[in-house]
Structures are given as structure tokens and as C-alpha cells.
């Protein structure tokens, strides 16, 4: 997949912070291009200088919110308008609502869905058909160990982690026969923003050091589980334990952790 002769290029969303950060360091750092895509113009200005200074690749900022249905669109236009070949997809933007389901508009439930599962869907049906036409790609899909967890009370989170899962395990299987390859990547606590955006930073910094990961840790085993051509990866040994015994949990047993609310 890394061929220096020829420049290749990963596009990568939620790139402004956390995990997205990392794989856009990691992905310089193997030979790639990068364009970074996320709502922080800044943050993404700041990272691409960083990228051509560090690792003396080309870097591409587009700022949009994936809430945005035309979201995806406008970034395959972008690429197309200026000639960016999109060779490998990270579809790792993302967020959690911390609040009932009743608590939370109906905006912020159907930005969460654009947001978490249609744009991942949107974006790799744009930019496999080109990957799988050249023989070669790679998609990585950020779901989460939350995908195999018992529910919590009214929350989107776990069911839409469940459906990238899922999702990319269909694609992969697809596309996989022509030389294109998609990983979920499964990852548990991870240092990032990801918890001070959903408010409950001061909940999980009580956890145990042993149960979190870092950004890069997690870039570096997803992006070596979609060379390898893994379907699915759960980072970190911690984590691949938890995620086992969790998928193991027969329902009534599942049904019941829910009713008790601590899980995560
Ligand atoms: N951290 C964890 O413990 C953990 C565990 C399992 C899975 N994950 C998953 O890993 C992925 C990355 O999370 P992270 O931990 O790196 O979180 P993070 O540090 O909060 O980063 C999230 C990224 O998503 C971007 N983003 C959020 N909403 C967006 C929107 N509407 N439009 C465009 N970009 C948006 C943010 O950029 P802007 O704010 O600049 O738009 C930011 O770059 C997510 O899919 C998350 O669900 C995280």
C-alpha cells in the first residue's frame, strides 16, 4: 500500500483533535499526503503547518461540519476540483450527547446521526467506487467497544457505534475481493476531548490508568490492522477482554448491567 514512487493521499475526519490528530501524524509519517477535515479552521491550519514542517508532506485543510447533510458531497468536490486522489478514509469524527433521549432536541439527535452514521456511509460510497476501480484502498471506521456494551438509558451512542461495526464489516467483505480494505477500529478510553466535549471528564478520570490508551496508540494499531487487511481491531489487550466478555453476555445478563447504569 506504501509506495514511495507513487504519492498517496488519506482523508481524514475529526482531525482537529484526539485520535483523528494522531492518524493525521501517522499517516504523514508513512509516506501519505493528507487533506484534514473537521469544524476547527484553526486547529487544522495549526496541524497542517505542523505535517509539512515535521514530516515534509503535503497537508489540505477543509472546514465543514459533517451535520451538515451536504457535508460529504462538498469534500468529494473539493478533492475532485483539486485533483486529490483519496487512496485511504478515516472516517473517525465523533462525539457523544450526554442526556436522555427526551432531554436533546431533535437537531442535535439528527446531527448526531449525520454526524456518527450517515456521512461515514456517505463519505465511503464516495470515495470507494475511485478505490475500488484502481485495485487499492484503505478505510478505516472509528466504531467502539461501546458497540458490543449493554445500553445505557436513552443513548445513541452504543446503537451507532454498533451500526459502523456492522457497516464496515459489510463494506469490508465487498470490497475486499478488489483490493480495498475497511477496518473498525474498537477503541475504549482514550485520552482525547472527546470526554470534556461530552461533559463527563470528571466521571472517567476516576477510572483506572490501565483501562485508557493514548491517541497515538490507538492510531498506530489502526492504521497497522487496515495494512494487515483486518476486518476489525480492537485496540489494546484491556480492551480486547472487555470487548470479548461483553459480546459474550448472554441478554437477560446484558438487560440487567443496563438497569444498573454503570458501565461506562
Ligand atoms: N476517546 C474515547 O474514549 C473514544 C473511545 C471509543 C471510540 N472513540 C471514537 O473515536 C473517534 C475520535 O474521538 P476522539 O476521542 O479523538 O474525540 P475528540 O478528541 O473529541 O475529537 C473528535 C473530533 O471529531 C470532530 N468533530 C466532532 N463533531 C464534528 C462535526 N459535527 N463535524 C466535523 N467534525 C466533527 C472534532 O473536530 P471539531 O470540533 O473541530 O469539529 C474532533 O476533531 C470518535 O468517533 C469517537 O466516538 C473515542
Same mark, same amino acid.
Given at each position: 500500500m506504501v509506495?514511495?514512487?507513487q504519492p498517496q493521499t488519506a482523508l481524514i475526519t475529526g482531525a482537529s483533535a484526539g485520535i483523528g490528530k494522531a492518524f493525521a501524524h501517522l499517516f504523514a509519517q508513512n509516506g501519505f499526503d493528507v487533506v484534514l477535515v473537521a469544524r476547527r479552521q484553526d486547529k487544522l491550519d495549526e496541524l497542517a503547518n505542523d505535517i509539512k514542517k515535521t514530516h515534509g508532506q503535503l497537508a489540505y485543510v477543509i472546514a465543514l461540519d459533517l451535520g451538515d447533510p451536504d457535508a460529504p458531497q462538498r469534500i468529494f468536490d473539493w478533492c475532485q476540483q483539486h485533483h486529490v486522489q483519496v487512496d485511504a478514509l478515516v472516517n473517525n469524527a465523533g462525539y457523544a450527547l450526554n442526556c436522555d433521549f427526551l432531554d436533546a432536541d431533535w437537531e442535535e439527535h439528527r446531527a448526531f446521526i449525520q454526524v456518527m452514521m450517515t456521512s461515514v456511509v456517505h463519505l465511503t460510497h464516495l470515495f470507494s467506487k475511485g478505490m475500488k476501480a484502481r485495485g487499492r484502498g484503505r478505510i478505516i471506521n472509528l466504531a467502539s467497544i461501546a458497540a458490543w456494551a449493554p445500553q445505557l438509558k436513552g443513548n445513541l451512542y452504543n446503537a451507532a457505534k454498533a451500526f459502523v461495526l456492522d457497516f464496515s464489516q459489510a463494506i469490508d467483505l465487498e470490497l475486499k475481493p478488489h483490493g480495498v480494505h475497511c477496518t473498525a477500529v474498537c477503541p475504549g478510553f482514550t485520552f482525547s476531548e472527546f470526554h470534556d466535549v461530552m461533559g463527563n471528564r470528571k466521571t472517567v478520570s476516576r477510572l483506572p490508568r490501565?483501562?485508557?490508551?493514548?491517541? #497515538?496508540? !490507538?492510531?498506530? #494499531?489502526?492504521?497497522d490492522a487496515v495494512m494487515e487487511g483486518k476486518a !476489525?481491531? !480492537?485496540?489494546g489487550l484491556v480492551n480486547q477482554g472487555v470487548s470479548q466478555v461483553m459480546a459474550m453476555l448472554p441478554p437477560r445478563v446484558k438487560e440487567f448491567l443496563s438497569k444498573q447504569q454503570k458501565i461506562m
Open positions: 509506495d514511495s514512487a490501565f483501562l485508557w490508551m493514548t491517541a #497515538e496508540e !490507538v492510531a498506530q #494499531e489502526g492504521f !476489525v481491531h !480492537v485496540p
